[in-house]
């Protein structure tokens, strides 16, 4: 079972708002943010005790790996072995925004983040306070969505809250998400790209932008 831990909420304007997160994350805490899509759960990515934790709070299986939250294109490097060029030329397009791109793993990455699977899932969210809180961690945030597994995507605090109150460390209040539709999904790891789950952006879009001369 879950620990039980009280939680605190507290809304993303306040002044020590980021701050109140970076103790939690920095002592292996969960904090549930809100991002672009829906509301996230995230913890330190290179502390694999506390990514261990979102997998019991959530009750999901430790088969399926968790996605890392960027702060920007460039920390690709930091947790990749090789950027593919379809991947910049997405990048360029998409980020920040929403779409969820699969590319091989760095080995500086914890096996608990991937689920020991080759292959790691990043996105830059377009969510200001978002995307300071993991400029503020280092750049990168292990998150997924801050519900109950098989449960639907929270766009609200109170939602959060319903869902993991007691398990989750600190929930920051930023109001309703604007996007309330998941990330789309792409694996890159093959000679021809592949939609793994449809979201805000669709397969015809994520062709053209491929489709299109590369600059230079």
Request: charged letters at 20%.
């Amino acid at each position: 079972m879950p620990r039980k831990t009280p939680t605190e909420i507290m809304p993303t304007e306040y002044p020590k708002a980021i701050g109140q997160a970076l103790r939690v994350l920095g002592q292996s805490g969960l904090v549930a943010f809100p991002t672009d899509t829906v509301y996230g759960v995230g913890a330190h990515a290179f502390l694999p005790e506390a990514v261990e934790r979102i997998y019991h709070v959530k009750g999901r299986s430790l088969r399926k790996a968790i996605p890392l939250l960027l702060d920007s294109v460039d920390r690709l490097g930091k947790v990749t072995e090789v950027v593919p060029e379809n991947a910049l030329v997405l990048a360029e397009r998409f980020w920040p925004g929403p779409l969820t791109m699969v590319l091989p793993r760095s080995p500086d990455v914890p096996d608990i983040v991937t689920a020991g699977g080759p292959s790691v899932a990043v996105r830059v969210p377009d969510h200001d306070f978002a995307l300071r809180l993991i400029r503020e961690a280092g750049g990168v945030l292990a998150a997924t969505s801050a519900n109950l597994s098989g449960r639907p995507d929270p766009v609200t605090a109170q939602e959060v809250l319903g869902y993991l109150e007691g398990r989750i460390d600190l929930i920051l209040d930023g109001g309703p998400c604007p996007g309330g539709v998941p990330s789309t999904v792409v694996d890159l790891t093959r000679p021809s790209p592949r939609v793994v789950r449809t979201g805000a952006i669709t397969s015809k879009e994520l062709d053209e932008a491929l489709a299109r001369p590369t600059k230079g």
